[in-house]
């Protein structure tokens, strides 16, 4: 049977394709510490950047991780196998302020029709 590890191998990869790490985390490394990794570790070179750890989602086997759980809880069972890494996906997305929702809105008459059309082709007996 294969050993269980106390700890994982996660490298974080970037919307342009390019990765931070790989580094080892604990298993009780909770995905609020993993966030502030990325944060402090992005790359300077880079344009729109993380501010904060709320600007930062992670992504894991298809799934968004909350900032509660622990490395552990995300484990999957590729990972128990050796030498294998394991590849968070990271979403930026800066925070609107209450500032910023005010002036986006749309006045009155700038407003969209919508355009959307339904057509049904049948056979009429």
């Known amino acids: 049977m294969a050993e269980v590890k106390d700890h994982l191998e996660i490298k974080f990869r970037l919307n342009d394709g390019s990765d931070i790490g790989p580094k080892s985390f604990p298993d009780a490394t ?7 990794t990325v944060v402090s570790q ?6 729109n950047g993380p501010k ?10 298809g799934r968004i991780l909350e900032n509660n759980k622990t490395v552990g809880d995300c484990r999957s069972p590729v990972s128990n196998l050796s030498d ?3 590849t968070m996906h990271v979403l930026i997305q ?7 929702k005010k002036t ?6 700038d407003l969209k029709q919508n355009n959307c059309v339904c057509l ?3 056979r009429r007996l």
């Not at 909770?30 to 502030?36: F, H, N």
């Not at 986006?104 to 008459?109: D, F, I, L, M, S």
């Open 42 to 47: 992005w790359p300077k070179e880079k344009e």
């Open 52 to 61: 904060t750890v709320k600007d930062v989602r992670l992504i894991s086997a």
């Open 84 to 86: 294998a890494v394991t």
């Open 94 to 100: 800066p925070q609107v302020t209450d500032k910023e």
């Open 120 to 122: 049904c082709f049948g």
């Open 104 to 109: 986006k809105k749309k006045p009155k008459g």
């Open 30 to 36: 909770t995905v609020a510490a993993l966030k502030e």
